[in-house]
């Protein structure tokens, strides 16, 4: 078995249209290309989200883990696609199945683990589960297209 391709900040944000403060995705390892891998974010006090969401007991909003999820996702199909011309728009077509089980705070480093269940053309359909120190936080399936 081969090692994990792993992908740094500069070259996620190649595969990624996102950016600050939405880019949720620090690392990204891929297992098999174009549809297994692991993204990794970082969460410290100073993201957005946690100065309002909750003053006092902050938390990780559960449909920015959904996100990260699907940023995951598009980025190990876009590493796979060779095409570092454009950056293309990964979008939402359905979410289902989601699951929240543990808060995420800050200090935790969340792993987005996703696979793909599914593709035709440019849809494409994913499982992802969310951990935080091996306990899953989240889950949930999704589908979206990558428009060039």
Do not use: C, W
């Not at 970082?42 to 920015?64: A, C, D, I, K």
């Not at 599914?118 to 359909?125: L, P």
Request: proline share 6%; aromatic share 8%; charged share 25%.
């Amino acid at each position: 078995m081969s090692e994990n391709v792993v992908y740094h900040i500069e070259d996620i944000m190649k595969f990624l249209p996102h950016r600050y403060p939405f880019l949720l995705v620090d690392r990204l390892e891929v297992e098999i290309p174009g549809e297994k891998g692991m993204g990794l974010k970082n969460l410290t006090m100073n993201e957005e989200f946690f100065q309002g969401h909750f003053p006092g007991n902050p938390v990780m909003p559960g449909v920015l883990q959904i996100e990260a999820m699907a940023q995951t996702a598009g980025a190990i199909v876009v590493a796979n696609s060779g095409d570092d011309e454009k950056t293309p728009n990964v979008l939402f077509m359905s979410i289902d199945k989601v699951k929240f089980r543990k808060p995420v705070k800050p200090g935790d480093q969340l792993k987005m683990y996703v696979e793909k269940v599914q593709s035709r053309r440019n849809v494409f359909v994913f499982k992802g589960i969310s951990k935080v120190d091996d306990k899953v936080v989240s889950e949930a399936e999704f589908t979206a297209m990558i428009m060039q």
